[in-house]
């Protein structure tokens, strides 16, 4: 474990207080998921949660939801008790955001612990407010000496498996949040647009999956508001509510956020969409992303106010020991195709990121540069009968189609002698670690690495992918079911641990099951390659 100080983790109770839905029922009123009526009568009310991003050692970016308009009051404290708390004066939120809004927070102490509470007021009459909700994070640390801990994982009610109540919902999060990680990286899938959920599902064993449903969940999303109500689902969960409330999030998106395996461009063929224009339902669906979720790169400024363009790729530093590179696989792709061009620019992650990705990493200085993937390099990820969602094609000679653009960023990587690259994944729900290496491979131009999936959080279990040799992965863990689509109450989520030290500087992935229990562990040293 880090050497970093840990600051004792508030309970369960404190960071609910004033916070919580009632407990899940077995159905959810259709007015709880839907927007906000006017008529409601009272003082706003922000039931679905608070939750921190863009965290540095001096800032942060607080989220909220109310139930009709209302101004976002802050304030922040270096104790439960709120004595000598700032307060942040935030935007008026109301229907053009859903009813969602964000607070900057600056000139906080680097590697302490700060609480906070939302306030919404009437806009109309200040001294109406609705009761406080409570949250904690930790800032980034300021020296090396102080460590680094986060969780990793993604795919949140996938294939029909949504918040169930007989099992206590999203309980995995209960679990991470016990944990008291810095942070917590979701690498895609966040929701499942394309995902209805039915009231029940029969299991093989007999028995019976219930979900909580809503009105948005009983089609495909395709209007800005269905999407909305995708991203609300979730919230509806007690868990992830409690861990959103402590645990600081760093988000990227993949494909279900939209549909499956959607790349710009296409025009879809199927008969539950109306819409068939893909970069319409993106648009929407981002419009969404940017509202329930506190981004600040999503939105075209950072949290120290400075401008830069809306975008989901960015690079997250977190202290000396970590930068984080979250990229962006989806937006900037070429068509799904069997990947056999011996020339392609655009690649997966278009030829803008690229070169972006190339002179972040040069210029890091961090210890360690953990690139955070949606998608798998080596791992072979059909779709359809003949073409491919991922890198891979299924051809283990050399780079061919968007293997050609890793090829050049592995090179880069090589050449330039930059050390301490880690990728971590998710989208195939189950949990491995691959190690790649020119001696195994066709492309040799490369110096050895380690990639580890995990996941899903709260979705179908499959069996593991076939590997591509073109980078030379070796599978040197692997957890998964047998068969496809397996539910949450027949095998145990998964999601991935880094811990990196501040004295010794290692860097230590676990890859763990619910339930506690911890699978894999691979221990790395700072400043080498091909371990």
């Excluded at 990121?353 to 890091?364: H, N, T």
């Excluded at 200085?365 to 094609?393: H, N, S």
Aim: proline share 7%.
């Amino acid at each position: 474990m880090s050497n970093r100080p840990r600051v004792p983790a508030p309970g369960r109770r404190t960071v609910l207080r004033g916070s919580l839905l009632a407990s899940a029922a077995a159905a959810v009123p259709t007015s709880l998921a839907a927007a906000p009526a006017f008529a409601l009568s009272g003082r706003p009310s922000a039931t679905w949660g608070v939750q921190v991003g863009d965290v540095t050692a001096s800032s942060a970016l607080v989220w909220v939801r109310s139930d009709r308009p209302a101004r976002m009051l802050v304030e922040t404290s270096a104790t439960e008790s709120f004595r000598r708390a700032r307060r942040w004066h935030g935007p008026l939120i109301g229907p053009r955001t859903d009813f969602t809004g964000t607070t900057p927070l600056y000139g906080l102490p680097a590697g302490e612990q700060v609480h906070y509470r939302v306030t919404l007021a009437d806009p109309h009459d200040p001294r109406r407010t609705g009761k406080p909700v409570y949250g904690t994070f930790r800032t980034a640390p300021a020296r090396r000496r102080e460590g680094v801990r986060f969780l990793w994982s993604g795919d949140i009610a996938g294939q029909g498996w949504g918040i169930n109540p007989d099992i206590g919902g999203y309980v995995v999060y209960e679990e991470m949040r016990r944990l008291d990680p810095d942070f917590f990286l979701c690498s895609g899938d966040n929701i499942y647009a394309d995902g209805v959920l039915e009231p029940s599902v029969a299991l093989p064993d007999g028995r019976t999956w219930r979900n909580i449903t809503t009105q948005e969940k009983s089609k495909v999303a395709e209007t800005l508001d269905e999407y909305r109500g995708n991203f609300r689902y979730n919230l509806l969960d007690d868990n992830l509510r409690a861990f959103n409330a402590q645990v600081p999030s760093v988000i990227q998106w993949d494909d279900h956020e939209v549909r499956n395996n959607w790349y710009p461009g296409q025009i879809l063929d199927d008969v539950r969409y109306t819409e068939k224009n893909v970069d319409l339902l993106a648009a929407r669906s981002m419009r969404a992303f940017r509202e329930y979720f506190p981004a600040s790169a999503l939105h075209g400024s950072s949290a120290n106010g400075s401008s830069r363009e809306g975008r989901m790729h960015r690079v997250v530093r977190h202290g000396p020991l970590l930068d984080l590179f979250v990229l962006d696989m989806r937006s900037f792709r070429n068509a799904n195709s069997p990947g056999r061009r011996p020339d392609d620019t655009t690649g997966i992650l278009g030829a803008e990121q690229l070169s972006w990705l190339k002179r972040e990493l040069a210029q890091s200085r961090a210890v360690w540069k953990v690139i955070a993937a949606d998608m798998p390099l080596g791992l072979v990820v059909p779709d359809g009968a003949t073409d491919y969602e991922a890198v891979a094609q299924g051809d283990p000679g050399a780079p061919l189609g968007r293997e050609l653009q890793i090829a050049e960023l592995l090179r880069y990587i090589k050449h330039r002698r930059i050390t301490g690259t880690v990728w971590l994944t998710a989208d195939v729900h189950y949990t491995s670690a691959q190690h790649y290496s020119p001696e195994r491979a066709a492309f040799k131009d490369f110096a050895p690495f380690w990639e580890f999936v995990s996941g899903p959080l709260a979705a179908g279990g499959f069996p593991a992918n076939a590997l591509d040799g073109t980078f030379g992965p070796e599978r040197v863990f692997v957890r998964a079911p047998d068969r496809a689509n397996v539910s949450p109450m027949e095998s145990p989520q998964f999601f991935g641990e880094v811990d990196i030290d501040g004295g010794s500087g290692e860097l230590t992935v676990r890859l763990r099951a619910q339930g506690g229990t911890v699978l894999f562990t691979k221990v790395l040293q700072p400043g080498r390659t091909g371990q």
